[in-house]
């Protein structure tokens, strides 16, 4: 039905046919002419706001395409007199008031507003600037806004109520005071809707919300102190990611560059958080297999996703039993990383632990109370895989000729289980390939997965090993995490195992990621941790560093080791008057 | 908690605890506590299933409303078009000076008097105009006014 054609549309005196577009502009860009727009995302319900998709529809006059169904014989022009005039007049007043000195934002050459600007090579500004709010808000270790360079297109608005179901943000206030507010004008660290999952900082166009990279110059102080061990490790999903920037090509897993850049930096050690991902997956699969056999506090829900922990913790206390307490991997390497090197007679704070996340959520994580012992954090500081670019770009590293290096051991050993984490589902096949093999030696590798590997936000499995039938599903945004927790409380859905990431697709979408739009780069990069995957072992069981660890520090899995080192609890932060 | 919110809840009854109802229930809210404070704006989203930063969007994108405490009087004075070319621009800077009110201040310090700026007030004929608590007052002068609130204080200090 999709393909089916719906008659034609003239569009600057070409017939292009309609084949279930569901607006005009997305038949234009079909077209060819890739007008850009702020407000309108394909991830997002229509606005019609920012007014630069106007069109000349004939016999209905100037409307704004996005708005538009397209209809058989309309006649478009996209680049008439007026048409051009009205845009440029547009954009001109978007420019005139805020503050968009490009030279010195961070998210120059990456902004939409920017790049318009320049397209249309608007070079003077006739209208009167307006000074506006330049308050700058750092409070969240998450995320940064910046109101002067807001053009209220509110597509984060639009993602945090359509997609996450949370509403952390709105318009507030009216006219020239108009801006985009949490609920009482609080900053957003004070916010107690906010989850800091960072999606809203994925689709702004400019440089208003971005993931707080105030870290970055704390990690460059580490490395040139003489003083200081540093060691860093990269999550999953930036290996797919960070290319990108540098204009490799989307989804090619380049861990080798990443380590030779990242020895290039100045860290002294370099490994990678699929190694705690296995780890993660020996314990949280355990602690679901103990829960299984007794039947209790299931569904067990994943808790590697920070934005989804903070998401029980404020929003669904009632499920707090049910969240596995396996500490997700990158609050597991810390204190490995910790024991490590005061067992090999180091000091705990002289180890600094840097951890490269695609995720703004988990750079609050590490700033959780419990994560630190005797104020020393478990996990340093956190950077983004765009803020990897940034720090490579810095130190002058030419990325793109760099030669493969490997991960330093015992901590750089990784299966193809710790891998795929970084995927909506990946986390759930590697704790299914770590239970199956336990409950099943023989027929380890017998269980076909590709449906939890689809590009879907719900996703659902049952798994039959002897007489174990496990059911499991795998949900991304929480909105729809939302709708299943509601299900479940209702008696409508039975499972026994659910992963739950924060932001659609999993963490290949982070906000932390090269920023993007739509489905297709989704699956690009979760394919590349897929293809790496085939590359190395199938289990968590079978990761040798992971053995080793067991023996020489953690003594029993899910033992009082263990326990103390990689495990954690919750408490409820629901809103009380 | 409940009982806190009794007579909230009671409004949002009426309403049938719908979304869509939001203006006309803050506008009722608004006459029980003469302004819309945090908890209560949190308590009408919780009931109401929305977020809380949607009740504050609408309760700050109207004047109308006030999300600080409002004065005992409410002294509105209108800058409508017929009434700013008939004056009432000093008519209102008169009532500031005499509230002592400064930029951007629109409640007095004693809690006693709210000093708003309507654009109209449909009363175009008597411009300029200006209505305290629920009295019209037309073709004010500075003088009037002054002395009109001068009465009030009078009269709120014989009751106290």
Redesign the interface.
């Known amino acids: 039905m999709e393909n089916k054609e719906q008659g034609f549309v003239t569009i600057e005196g070409k017939r292009v046919p309609i084949q279930g577009e569901k607006n005009l502009l997305e038949l234009i860009r079909k077209a060819g002419f890739n007008i850009v727009t702020f407000c309108y995302h394909p991830e997002l319900a229509v606005y019609g706001a920012c007014r630069l998709c106007l069109v000349e529809i004939e016999g209905m006059g100037i409307l704004a395409s996005c708005t538009v169904t397209p209809k058989d014989g309309m006649k478009v022009r996209v680049n008439s007199d007026e048409i051009r005039k009205l845009r440029r007049i547009n954009l001109e007043l978007l420019l005139s008031s805020g503050n968009h000195d490009c030279t010195l934002c961070s998210k120059s050459n990456n902004c939409k507003l920017q790049k318009l600007a320049k397209d249309m090579d608007v070079t003077e500004i006739r209208f009167k600037s307006k000074k506006l709010d330049s308050h700058k808000d750092a409070t969240s270790p998450a995320l940064v806004r910046d109101h002067s360079k807001c053009i209220l297109c509110g597509n984060c608005v639009r993602i945090c109520n359509e997609v996450q179901g949370i509403g952390a943000i709105d318009f507030a206030f009216r006219g020239f005071k108009s801006k985009i507010a949490t609920a009482f004008n609080k900053e957003l660290g004070e916010s107690h809707e906010c989850v800091s999952c960072g999606q809203c900082a994925r689709v702004c166009p400019t440089g208003a919300l971005m993931p707080n990279s105030s870290e970055i110059e704390e990690v460059f102080k580490a490395i040139n102190n003489p003083n200081k061990k540093v060691a860093v490790h990269i999550a999953p999903a930036v290996r797919v990611g960070l290319g990108e920037i540098f204009g490799l090509p989307a989804g090619e897993p380049i861990d080798g560059k990443i380590a030779t850049a990242l020895r290039m930096l100045g860290f002294d050690y370099v490994y990678d958080t699929a190694f705690a991902a296995d780890l993660t997956i020996v314990e949280e699969a355990t602690e679901f297999l103990n829960r299984f056999k007794k039947g209790t506090n299931l569904p067990q829900l994943t808790s590697c996703c920070p934005a989804w922990v903070n998401y029980v913790e404020k929003f669904a206390p009632e499920f707090i039993p049910n969240l596995s307490t396996a500490r997700s991997p990158m609050q597991m390497m810390g204190p490995i990383l910790k024991a490590d090197f005061e067992e090999k007679g180091g000091k705990r704070e002289d180890l600094v632990v840097v951890a490269v996340m695609p995720c703004s959520a988990k750079k609050a994580e590490a700033k959780r109370g419990e994560f630190y012992v005797d104020g020393n954090p478990d996990t340093d500081y956190v950077v983004t895989t765009v803020g990897l670019a940034r720090m490579i770009k810095e130190a002058g590293i030419d990325f793109v000729n760099l030669e493969n290096e490997w991960f330093d051991m015992p901590f750089g050993t990784k299966t193809g289980a710790g891998v795929i984490f970084g995927a909506s589902g990946g986390v759930m096949e590697a704790a299914l390939r770590y239970a199956v093999a336990e409950l099943d030696p023989e027929n380890a590798r017998s269980v076909k997965f590709s449906s939890l590997r689809e590009s879907k936000v719900f996703k659902e499995k049952t798994v039959t090993i002897g007489d174990a039938t496990i059911r499991v599903a795998v949900v991304s945004g929480l909105k729809n995490a939302r709708k299943l927790l509601d299900d479940i409380k209702a008696g409508k859905s039975h499972y026994d195992f659910i992963e739950v990431m924060s932001c659609q697709g999993g963490c290949v979408a982070g906000a932390g990621q090269p920023q993007f739009e739509g489905w297709a780069l989704r699956k690009t990069r979760a394919e590349g941790l897929y293809k790496e995957d085939t590359e190395l072992a199938y289990k968590s069981q079978d990761n040798s560093g992971v053995q080793a660890l067991y023996g020489r520090i953690l003594d029993k899995i899910g033992g009082p080791v263990a326990h103390k080192l990689l495990h954690t609890h919750y408490k409820s932060k629901k809103y009380q008057d | 908690?409940t009982e806190?919110?009794a007579p909230v809840d009671k409004i949002l009854k009426e309403h049938g605890c719908d979304p869509a109802k939001l203006i006309p229930i803050l506008q009722q809210v608004q006459d029980l506590y003469r302004y819309l404070p945090?908890?209560v704006?949190?308590?009408i989203?919780d009931k109401l299933e929305?977020?809380?930063?949607?009740?504050?969007?609408v309760a700050?994108?109207?004047?109308h409303f006030a999300?600080t405490p409002k004065g005992k009087h409410i002294i509105k004075v209108c800058n409508g078009t017929a009434c700013h070319v008939k004056g009432s621009s000093f008519v209102i800077n008169t009532v500031k000076d005499k509230l002592k009110l400064k930029e951007g201040q629109d409640t007095t310090e004693d809690g006693l008097f709210t000093l708003e700026c309507v654009s109209c007030l449909g009363a175009c004929g008597l411009a300029p105009v200006m209505v305290i608590d629920e009295t019209v007052h037309g073709q004010i002068t500075p003088a009037q006014a002054v002395k009109l609130i001068d009465e009030i204080i009078a009269a709120e200090a014989k009751h106290a």
Not at chain 2, 50 to 57: D, E, K, T
Not at chain 2, 60 to 63: G, L, M
């Open positions: 908690m806190k919110f945090e908890d704006m949190r308590h989203a929305i977020s809380p930063a949607r009740v504050f969007g700050t994108f109207f004047a999300i």
